[in-house]
């Protein structure tokens, strides 16, 4: 369930402190002597490396602290016979062991999925943990339940979710205390009728597996709170549900059911029962009605397919559902089909038959670059990237596929097209645009095969085959523009298509140009509007080959259509300065755009107007003092790099330092805005009559930043306090961390970060979301991490020390003696400033003496 996935940490908490047998031996806190990862009941090994080994070390010191552990992560990413011969130091080493967390999931493969760990099973002298009541097996490779498990008779909460179970055992109905369980995400066919003696159940989450039935002795768990079985394949359900008095909450979306009973529209303490997506073509009226029940995506009032079946034809069933999140990058088809949701808003059909046999497809979103986009003269980029692979895999029936994106303003004789590549060649799919809302559009297509998929904005494409006895082919675009093959234009039959895009100009109101392929073909074309004979096809433009005849009105077209007018911006936010927002605007844009920016942001006016092509590469180069504080992949020699696409968004969040000193003053720099390459589509002599209208081809523009002046003591005498910055953490007397601090501490972090937030607090679904919002940006998602969570603390007491905490817990104790080393020179700092105002006798502290510690402050 929802609730359970975001509230693993707490529920482990929990669990293991409910009123059961304790036993009598007092809590320590971890001694001087004692490693990191044992802090008082705790020994935390899942998030180091070698956690196994550092377990066996102790349990061979036989480590005293040992006997007071309560609760213990393990990572099961390790070497199985070293994972099976550490638990089984487990019992007699940790004897009152209260929580039990053995998960995989903390690695990721090469593609960012979350792999699982190595456990198959567990050793039997576990089932001797009388004390145990929080036991967390998720993310490993279990196919049967360890026998040990059922043995467990105090056992309150149980985990089982991303294995490959088929079923369950019947001994699981011993556990006559158990409270939670979860078997998400495996392989589960059928139920033991034991799970009904599980009477002191509350909370059971059983979806994504493959249920076709349920056992009728479900209808005993008397004390059962929320039942999760969605995304099974459940056809019906037993009517002993209605004797579930104490259900809240009951989900049952993404299956095969075609009725349910009509009594659960009386259960007492109901609150929501969730339907979606089924096969419920009836239901009774007092479910239809009832304000608690979700329905959607079910055929309620269309006729049965059975009843328009002869008899005895068997019944086929819609194809599964699949919903994806942020934190799965792959999806199983097999021949059965299924429908897929992506969490990135793309969704996928694959029909029956499409596969022979089960594949997995991985997917991945590309912020789009000149390497991945292929564009045309007039083509405008509407979407990401999206690859699909394994590449080249060929189907029996054409997957549908469907791609959202944000519709451009109405533009003449253009059309929305899937473009998509295969063989080194692009080529535009067949689309159908369907609206979602009314600024977002679907765009769907047939997928042949698997590859790179993007979405284009084009100029109507018309083709035609010209015979040797020619032909006439016209725009459907635009009906202006007609081309004439004459008789003997070509000497065997070829195929031609022709693009036509649409201008207005102060001579002509309707001036177009066709765009001819393919290319070597030889042929006299005649262009309605204007006589213009060209002897060669290929893909130019018929004015570029002909600019003899049409000359200026030419250029100033190619200019109107390829280019376009832009501002850039360049804003800090007004709660942390050192975080710089770089945007490129179209012109007509720009002001919308700061109305809703300038509630979190600061900064100078947008630039002048400037021009840029589609597709151009620009940079952003920090200048003057001010340098990108991090190493990011798309900072070449010190500069951001840009593509400019005209339909989306352009922008870019960076962190920025400084090596002055913004202790004496406030650092005065600027970024500035220099062109790179150009789409090779365009023609020279466009480019060269733009680089011709100033000075410097290359520089754009220059906006300035300002990293204001880190405040220290204003003010003497009584009264006088510390000029704090926003997000400082601690106190005058403690110490402080300022946000250069916070910055710094960030930049050490690096991939350890995860382990760090996780000891901080931060529930694991925030990460996720962190991961996804910023899955290109490490330097992003470490600092996102940190700010979100020292906002937070503001003002709360205690905030550097859980930090400290946090970083010894996982193994950083190399920044975490740096932040107390910052810590004493603020303290030193404060004593002294102390001392010159007059507030504290000469005596009244040593150096590096907390407050806490000092003698009373001398009257004033």
Same mark, same amino acid.
């Given at each position: 369930?929802?609730?359970?996935a975001?509230g693993?940490?707490?529920?482990?908490?929990?669990?293991?402190?409910k009123?059961?047998?304790?036993?009598?031996?007092?809590?320590?806190?971890?001694?001087?002597g004692?490693?990191p990862?044992?802090?008082?009941?705790r020994?935390n090994?899942?998030l180091?490396p070698?956690?196994?080994?550092?377990?066996?070390h102790?349990?061979?010191?036989?480590?005293?602290?040992?006997?007071?552990v309560?609760?213990l992560?393990?990572?099961?990413?390790?070497?199985p016979q070293?994972?099976?011969?550490?638990l089984?130091?487990?019992?007699?080493?940790?004897?009152?062991?209260?929580?039990?967390?053995?998960?995989?999931g903390q690695?990721?493969?090469?593609?960012?999925?979350?792999?699982?760990?190595?456990?198959t099973?567990?050793?039997?002298?576990?089932?001797t943990l009388?004390?145990?009541?929080h036991?967390?097996?998720?993310f490993?490779?279990?196919?049967?339940?360890?026998?040990?498990?059922p043995?467990?008779?105090?056992?309150?909460t149980?985990?089982?979710?991303?294995?490959?179970?088929?079923?369950?055992?019947?001994t699981l109905?011993?556990?006559h205390?158990?409270?939670?369980?979860?078997v998400?995400?495996?392989?589960?066919?059928?139920?033991?009728?034991?799970?009904?003696? /599980?009477?002191?159940l509350?909370?059971?989450?059983?979806?994504e597996?493959?249920l076709?039935?349920?056992?009728?002795?479900?209808g005993?768990?008397?004390?059962?709170?929320?039942?999760n079985l969605a995304?099974n394949?459940?056809?019906?359900?037993?009517?002993s549900?209605?004797?579930?008095?104490?259900?809240?909450?009951l989900?049952?979306h993404?299956?095969?059911?075609t009725?349910?009973?009509?009594?659960?529209?009386?259960?007492?303490?109901?609150?929501?029962?969730?339907l979606?997506?089924?096969?419920?073509?009836?239901l009774p009226?007092?479910?239809?009605?009832?304000?608690f029940?979700?329905?959607q995506?079910?055929?309620l009032?269309?006729?049965?397919?059975?009843?328009?079946s002869?008899?005895?034809?068997p019944?086929?069933?819609?194809?599964?559902?699949l919903?994806?999140?942020?934190?799965?990058?792959s999806?199983p088809?097999?021949?059965?089909?299924?429908?897929?949701?992506?969490?990135c808003?793309v969704?996928?059909r694959?029909?029956?038959?499409?596969?022979?046999?089960?594949?997995?497809?991985?997917y991945?979103?590309?912020l789009p670059?000149?390497?991945?986009v292929?564009?045309?003269?007039h083509?405008?980029l509407?979407?990401?990237v999206?690859? /699909?692979?394994?590449?080249?895999?060929a189907f029996?029936?054409?997957?549908?596929?469907?791609?959202?994106?944000?519709?451009?303003?109405?533009?003449r004789?253009?059309?929305v097209?899937?473009?998509?590549?295969r063989?080194n060649s692009?080529?535009?799919l067949e689309?159908?645009?369907?609206?979602?809302?009314?600024?977002?559009l679907?765009?769907?297509?047939q997928?042949?095969?698997?590859?790179?998929?993007?979405v284009?904005?084009?100029?109507?494409?018309?083709?035609?085959l010209v015979?040797?006895?020619?032909?006439?082919?016209?725009?459907s675009?635009?009906?202006?523009?007609?081309?004439?093959?004459?008789?003997?234009?070509?000497?065997?039959p070829?195929?031609?298509?022709m693009?036509?895009?649409?201008?207005?100009?102060?001579?002509?109101t309707?001036?177009?140009?066709p765009?001819?392929?393919?290319?070597?073909?030889t042929s006299?074309l005649?262009?309605?509007?204007?006589?213009?004979?060209?002897?060669h096809?290929?893909? #130019?433009?018929?004015? #570029?080959?002909?600019?003899s005849?049409v000359g200026g009105?030419?250029?100033?077209?190619?200019?109107?259509?390829r280019l376009?007018?832009?501002?850039?911006?360049?804003?800090q936010?007004?709660?942390?300065?050192?975080?710089?927002?770089?945007?490129?605007?179209?012109?007509?844009?720009v002001?919308?755009?700061l109305?809703?920016?300038?509630?979190? #942001?600061r900064?100078?006016e947008?630039?002048?107007?400037?021009?840029?092509f589609?597709?151009?590469?620009?940079f952003a180069?920090?200048e003057?003092?001010?340098?990108?504080?991090a190493d990011?992949?798309?900072?070449?020699?010190?500069?951001?790099?840009?593509?400019f696409y005209?339909?989306?968004?352009?922008l870019?969040?960076?962190?920025?330092t400084?090596?002055l000193?913004?202790?004496?003053?406030a650092v005065r720099?600027?970024?500035?805005? #220099?062109r790179?390459?150009?789409?090779?589509?365009?023609?020279?002599?466009?480019?060269?009559?733009?680089?011709?209208?100033?000075?410097d081809?290359l520089?754009?523009?220059?906006?300035?930043?300002?990293?204001?002046?880190?405040?220290g003591?204003?003010?003497h005498?009584?009264?006088?306090?510390?000029?704090?910055?926003?997000?400082?953490?601690g106190?005058?007397?403690?110490?402080f961390?300022t946000q250069s601090?916070?910055?710094?501490?960030?930049?050490?972090?690096?991939?350890?970060?995860?382990?760090?937030a996780?000891?901080l607090?931060?529930?694991y679904?925030?990460?996720q979301?962190?991961?996804?919002?910023?899955?290109?940006?490490?330097?992003?998602?470490?600092?996102?991490?940190?700010?979100s969570w020292a906002?937070?603390?503001?003002?709360?007491?205690?905030?550097?020390?859980?930090?400290?905490?946090?970083?010894?817990q996982s193994?950083r104790?190399d920044?975490?003696?740096e932040v107390?080393?910052?810590l004493?020179?603020?303290r030193?700092?404060?004593?002294?400033?102390?001392?010159?105002t007059?507030l504290?006798?000469?005596?009244?502290?040593?150096?590096?003496?907390s407050?806490?510690?000092?003698?009373?402050?001398?009257?004033?």
């Amino acid at each position: 369930m929802a609730a359970a996935a975001e509230g693993l940490e707490s529920r482990e908490t929990a669990a293991a402190s409910k009123d059961a047998p304790r036993p009598a031996v007092e809590s320590v806190d971890a001694g001087p002597g004692a490693p990191p990862f044992l802090a008082g009941n705790r020994l935390n090994l899942d998030l180091y490396p070698k956690g196994c080994h550092q377990l066996l070390h102790l349990c061979a010191q036989h480590h005293q602290q040992l006997l007071q552990v309560e609760f213990l992560r393990l990572s099961t990413h390790e070497d199985p016979q070293l994972l099976e011969a550490t638990l089984a130091q487990v019992p007699g080493n940790l004897p009152h062991l209260r929580s039990l967390v053995l998960k995989g999931g903390q690695n990721r493969g090469a593609l960012g999925a979350c792999l699982q760990g190595t456990l198959t099973t567990l050793p039997t002298g576990l089932s001797t943990l009388a004390h145990l009541v929080h036991l967390d097996l998720s993310f490993n490779k279990l196919v049967t339940l360890p026998a040990c498990v059922p043995q467990l008779r105090s056992l309150d909460t149980l985990l089982l979710s991303h294995n490959g179970l088929s079923e369950l055992p019947e001994t699981l109905g011993a556990l006559h205390v158990l409270t939670f369980l979860t078997v998400t995400h495996n392989c589960l066919q059928k139920l033991p009728p034991a799970l009904g003696a /599980l009477s002191a159940l509350q909370q059971l989450d059983l979806s994504e597996n493959l249920l076709d039935t349920l056992p009728p002795e479900i209808g005993g768990l008397s004390n059962l709170t929320e039942l999760n079985l969605a995304s099974n394949r459940l056809q019906s359900l037993p009517v002993s549900l209605v004797g579930l008095r104490s259900l809240r909450l009951l989900v049952l979306h993404s299956n095969f059911l075609t009725s349910v009973p009509a009594g659960l529209a009386h259960l007492p303490l109901l609150t929501r029962l969730d339907l979606r997506d089924n096969q419920l073509r009836h239901l009774p009226p007092e479910l239809l009605d009832a304000p608690f029940v979700r329905l959607q995506g079910n055929p309620l009032g269309e006729a049965s397919p059975d009843s328009l079946s002869p008899p005895g034809t068997p019944q086929v069933l819609e194809m599964p559902k699949l919903f994806l999140t942020s934190d799965l990058d792959s999806f199983p088809v097999t021949p059965q089909g299924c429908s897929v949701t992506l969490a990135c808003g793309v969704r996928l059909r694959f029909p029956a038959g499409a596969t022979t046999t089960p594949i997995t497809v991985h997917y991945r979103l590309w912020l789009p670059e000149p390497a991945l986009v292929s564009l045309g003269p007039h083509d405008s980029l509407l979407s990401g990237v999206l690859e /699909l692979w394994p590449h080249g895999v060929a189907f029996q029936q054409d997957v549908s596929l469907w791609l959202l994106f944000v519709p451009p303003r109405a533009r003449r004789c253009h059309e929305v097209v899937v473009r998509t590549r295969r063989d080194n060649s692009w080529s535009d799919l067949e689309t159908h645009l369907e609206e979602e809302a009314p600024k977002r559009l679907w765009a769907r297509c047939q997928v042949p095969h698997f590859s790179w998929f993007l979405v284009v904005l084009r100029p109507v494409s018309n083709a035609c085959l010209v015979p040797p006895e020619g032909t006439l082919l016209c725009s459907s675009g635009h009906p202006g523009v007609k081309v004439t093959f004459p008789p003997g234009a070509t000497e065997e039959p070829r195929h031609v298509s022709m693009q036509a895009s649409a201008w207005t100009t102060p001579a002509c109101t309707c001036c177009t140009g066709p765009l001819l392929q393919p290319p070597g073909m030889t042929s006299r074309l005649r262009w309605c509007w204007s006589s213009l004979t060209c002897m060669h096809a290929s893909r #130019y433009w018929l004015w #570029y080959t002909t600019k003899s005849c049409v000359g200026g009105l030419a250029r100033k077209a190619w200019e109107r259509l390829r280019l376009h007018q832009v501002n850039l911006i360049a804003l800090q936010r007004r709660r942390d300065p050192e975080q710089v927002l770089l945007q490129c605007l179209p012109r007509n844009k720009v002001d919308a755009t700061l109305r809703r920016l300038l509630e979190r #942001y600061r900064g100078p006016e947008p630039s002048d107007t400037v021009e840029m092509f589609e597709g151009e590469k620009f940079f952003a180069a920090f200048e003057r003092g001010i340098d990108v504080d991090a190493d990011r992949p798309d900072c070449v020699e010190g500069r951001v790099c840009f593509v400019f696409y005209s339909h989306l968004k352009n922008l870019k969040e960076v962190y920025i330092t400084t090596a002055l000193d913004r202790e004496a003053q406030a650092v005065r720099g600027q970024v500035s805005f #220099y062109r790179g390459s150009v789409p090779v589509e365009v023609p020279q002599e466009a480019e060269a009559a733009r680089q011709r209208k100033g000075a410097d081809a290359l520089w754009m523009a220059t906006l300035p930043i300002k990293l204001p002046r880190l405040q220290g003591l204003k003010g003497h005498g009584k009264g006088a306090r510390l000029s704090l910055a926003p997000l400082n953490l601690g106190d005058a007397e403690t110490g402080f961390l300022t946000q250069s601090n916070l910055l710094s501490v960030a930049g050490r972090l690096g991939p350890d970060w995860p382990a760090v937030a996780l000891h901080l607090g931060m529930p694991y679904r925030e990460l996720q979301r962190i991961r996804h919002e910023f899955r290109d940006d490490l330097d992003g998602q470490i600092r996102h991490m940190l700010f979100s969570w020292a906002e937070r603390q503001a003002g709360q007491p205690g905030a550097v020390e859980l930090l400290l905490q946090a970083l010894e817990q996982s193994d950083r104790q190399d920044v975490a003696e740096e932040v107390r080393a910052i810590l004493e020179l603020g303290r030193h700092k404060y004593q002294d400033s102390i001392r010159r105002t007059g507030l504290a006798a000469e005596d009244s502290a040593l150096p590096g003496t907390s407050a806490s510690q000092s003698t009373e402050p001398a009257q004033a």
